[in-house]
């Protein structure tokens, strides 16, 4: 051991931190006295502006304001579009329809381009599609609706309904699932040759007035509003509908079981 600690290089080493490190540490603290001077300097103009109390004023008491912030900018202000009152108002939303040959009852035969059913003895041999309502004379459009339009139907024979309903209505068997107007799944107007009746959940409304041959129907789905219109020479409202819907809509028609009883769906556009 005390070879080692007598050691003639022991004596001679200079422990220093290197050149390299020197230049390091002198640039990081002309950094650091830099930035304590930008600080400096925006601290005393901020103190200068905010933070001084301006002269008391006339009727006000003296103490520090700060100066006003930005303004906010104004929202624009969302309107509703106003509702047409014309024919020729509602026809600017008409929309092209056709029925859904998927959905028909196996006694609808569909023609003129799927825009017209019919009700027939006969069965017809559509594709046996899950879609399709098994005991029910009914049958679906094929478009969705989810916004603002308008259609017409022309219709003749016994009784139809001309309906609006979710997709998601039953369409198997008789029960009151399936059926337009009596559960909380679809809007049905009946038409027969002496008056009307509106159905919805279960409940009917009976509508007086002179049946016409053809139905106007007006949806703005954003609104929930539902309308339904005798059509001729003039527009008459049968019942008009305030709700929220919570699914896409789609059309529907239901025929009494008389052969030739018919609906068709106009295209206005």
């Not at 080692?4 to 050149?19: A, E, Q, T, V």
């Not at 390091?24 to 109390?53: C, F, G, I, M, Y």
């Not at 009852?105 to 069965?123: C, F, P, Q, V």
Request: charged letters at 25%; one cysteine or more.
């Amino acid at each position: 051991v005390s070879a080692l600690s007598g050691s003639p290089d022991s004596s001679s080493i200079n422990i220093r931190p290197l050149r390299h490190f020197e230049d390091v540490t002198a640039a990081v603290s002309e950094l650091r006295d830099q930035l304590q001077d930008l600080l400096r300097d925006r601290w005393t103009n901020v103190t200068k502006v905010d933070v001084l109390p301006s002269e008391p004023q006339l009727g006000q008491a003296s103490g520090p304001r700060l100066g006003p912030g930005p303004r906010p900018e104004p929202r624009p202000e969302i309107r509703p579009e106003p509702r047409p009152t014309t024919r020729e108002e509602f026809l600017r939303y008409s929309c092209k329809m056709t029925l859904n040959p998927n959905t028909a009852h196996s006694h609808i035969l569909l023609s003129d381009g799927n825009r017209k059913a019919t009700m027939t003895n006969e069965r017809q041999f559509y594709f046996d599609h899950p879609d399709s309502f098994t005991r029910r004379w009914q049958v679906l459009g094929k478009q969705t609706l989810t916004s603002r339009c308008y259609w017409e139907v022309e219709w003749s024979g016994r009784a139809v309904e001309v309906a609006v309903t979710y997709r998601s209505i039953e369409r198997i068997g008789d029960s009151d699932e399936s059926v337009f107007g009596q559960n909380d799944q679809s809007w049905a107007l009946c038409c027969n040759s002496t008056d009307y009746t509106f159905y919805h959940d279960g409940h009917d409304t009976p509508i007086p007035g002179c049946p016409s041959s053809r139905i106007g129907v007006y949806l703005d789905y954003r609104a929930g509003i539902l309308c339904f219109y005798s059509v001729s020479r003039t527009m008459t409202l049968l019942h008009r509908v305030q709700t929220s819907f919570t699914q896409p809509l789609f059309a529907g028609l239901w025929l009494s079981h008389a052969e030739g009883t018919s609906a068709e769906l106009i295209n206005n556009r």
